[in-house]
């Protein structure tokens, strides 16, 4: 079993920065993926950026040059720096973990952590 949890959401002016953290508790294999998402409401939950053990990484267009994910595998750590954060990134922050040959959904997910911009 993985339990995660993340912490570092809050509200920023837009412009400004977060840094939100993902601590992972259980084994976290190599093969796992580690990915940020978020979801506003009525909204369904999507991909902002993920990170495989090795260091390979993607992230959907919106936050490309603006968003870093990075991954400390002896922490069980995985990290989303924002900046230059827009009124359009507010949502629920949620990390996962997922086995890199299965979906996202099949995976464990955190509690979520709130990221409010305003403009």
């Known amino acids: 079993q993985v339990y995660l949890v993340e912490s570092g959401g809050g509200l920023v002016q837009a412009g400004g920065s977060l840094r939100l953290s993902c601590a992972a508790s259980?084994?976290?294999?190599?093969?796992?993926?580690m990915g940020w998402y978020r979801q506003t409401p009525g909204q369904q939950r999507e991909l902002v950026a993920d990170i495989t053990n090795g260091g390979s990484t993607s992230y959907v267009d919106p936050v490309k040059g603006r968003f870093t994910i990075s991954r400390d595998n002896a922490k069980k750590t995985v990290y989303l720096q924002m900046n230059s954060l827009k009124h359009e990134d507010t949502a629920v922050y949620y990390c996962n973990a997922h086995r890199y040959w299965s979906a996202p959904t099949s995976g464990y997910w955190g509690q979520g952590t709130q990221v409010t911009v305003s403009s």
């Open positions: 259980g084994t976290i294999a190599s093969t796992y993926v």
